[in-house]
């Protein structure tokens, strides 16, 4: 290029110049942008080895769970109407590995593993009012004890998958709604445009299941890991309850027609889907004192999520608003009634053995509808504040609470 043997440069030495030129620059563009990309990769390294460390157990943890002295309640976990709130944080730990242990035995499962998941899947779950470790934990009992209760209706693997994925169905929860997420222009909501919270749960449950020394399906084959992965994506995002809908209108038809057919992998997929939302929303069927507990906590989660639209120039539906805490009871009894119920006539009807969730959620909807026409009574008789409002529903609840 730069001493031409033969006469002058000419066009053609230019324009083959030109061309040389052009992939010569490619080449050194390309050779930075790896340079870039493998500098990326060593910060993307270290990146995740300090969220590894801050969000995987350490093996400390491990061994106190190892040491823990045997559960006091163990063989009530079977029951329906049990209590997450009679254990502490440590404790629904080792229930859960108990939970597991005695529904799929350690003939396949490493125990250590099993220790670790467990532990790393409390350390994920978000320090929120309700969608926090304890939900997880309460959603994994109800499902133990349908699976306890009626052993003969899903297989080993259905039941894995299950069990699993009501454990991990709201990890890293943020304490808001999928539709806050979308309006609020989230970074989750344009990764995942349906189901955004759940398809990130299901993302989170497949980190950890990579990390090392959590994997506790390594000993399963390649197709039965596939499979039981598949299952716990279709579980988890079932808890979202704009597909319970659907789900409903399509399983209520089965049952009508009388051609429910356990044969039939659809039929048994819906069954899985009605159960996750049913362990979902467990809290409905517990004991009223528990619901009305679980009830406050569900409502100061929603009032978070209020306040943060308040603060974006949004008003908060009724529900949300702290500023009408007499809506919590006629709320209630809409939410019982229309997704509650329903769910649990649709499980009952198929596994009979689940008919003290229906039972449980029924009583709590009496109690609901009583303090709906408690509070409208009062209401007849004298205007109120919000504060009186408040203190009317407190009163309200202790009456009721008095007169069963």
């Not at 080895?49 to 943890?61: A, D, G, K, N, Q």
């Not at 790393?120 to 929120?128: H, L």
């Not at 909501?189 to 497949?206: M, P, R």
Request: aromatic letters at 10%; charged letters at 25%; proline letters at 5%.
């Amino acid at each position: 290029m730069v001493n031409k043997e033969s006469g002058p440069f000419t066009k053609a030495d230019e324009e083959a110049f030109a061309t040389f030129a052009t992939y010569c620059g490619l080449a050194l563009h390309h050779a930075k942008l790896y340079d870039k990309i493998r500098r990326s990769e060593q910060k993307y390294k270290v990146a995740l080895e300090v969220l590894s460390y801050h969000s995987t157990c350490t093996e400390m943890e491990v061994n106190e769970i190892k040491h823990s002295p045997p559960l006091p309640s163990a063989q009530s976990l079977v029951e329906f109407h049990f209590s997450p709130f009679s254990l502490d944080s440590e404790q629904k730990v080792s229930a859960a590995i108990y939970m597991f242990i005695d529904l799929f035995g350690l003939q396949r499962f490493d125990q250590d593993c099993l220790i670790r998941f467990t532990l790393t899947v409390r350390k994920n779950y978000r320090r929120v009012p309700y969608h926090n470790w304890e939900h997880g934990f309460s959603v994994a009992n109800s499902m133990y004890a349908i699976i306890k209760s009626s052993p003969e209706v899903f297989t080993p693997s259905e039941k894995l998958a299950l069990f699993v994925a009501c454990l991990c169905h709201d990890l890293d929860h943020r304490g808001k709604n999928n539709q806050f997420l979308v309006k609020s222009a989230s970074p989750l909501a344009a990764i995942y445009t349906t189901s955004t919270l759940e398809h990130h749960h299901f993302n989170q449950t497949v980190s950890i299941l990579q990390q090392e020394g959590h994997n506790i399906f390594k000993n399963l084959t390649s197709d039965e890991y596939k499979k039981v992965l598949r299952n716990i994506k279709h579980c988890i995002l079932a808890t979202d309850l704009a597909l319970f809908f659907p789900n409903q209108i399509k399983l209520r038809k089965i049952l009508d027609e009388k051609t429910f057919d356990w044969d039939s992998n659809e039929h048994r997929l819906l069954l899985e889907a009605i159960a996750m939302t049913a362990c979902d929303l467990c809290a409905s069927t517990k004991p009223w004192e528990e619901q009305r507990k679980t009830v406050k906590v569900i409502f100061e989660e929603f009032y978070e999520q209020g306040d943060a639209e308040r603060e974006q120039g949004r008003s908060p539906v009724p529900m949300m608003d702290r500023t009408k805490p007499q809506e919590q009871p006629a709320s209630q009894v809409g939410f019982l009634t229309a997704i509650c119920k329903p769910c649990y006539e649709l499980l009952a009807a198929v596994i009979p053995e689940s008919r003290p969730m229906l039972n449980g959620c029924l009583r709590n909807l009496a109690q609901w509808q009583s303090l709906v026409e408690q509070l409208k009574e009062s209401e007849e008789n004298q205007p109120m504040s919000v504060q009186s409002e408040e203190e009317n529903v407190k009163e309200l609840e202790q009456k009721t609470d008095g007169e069963k």
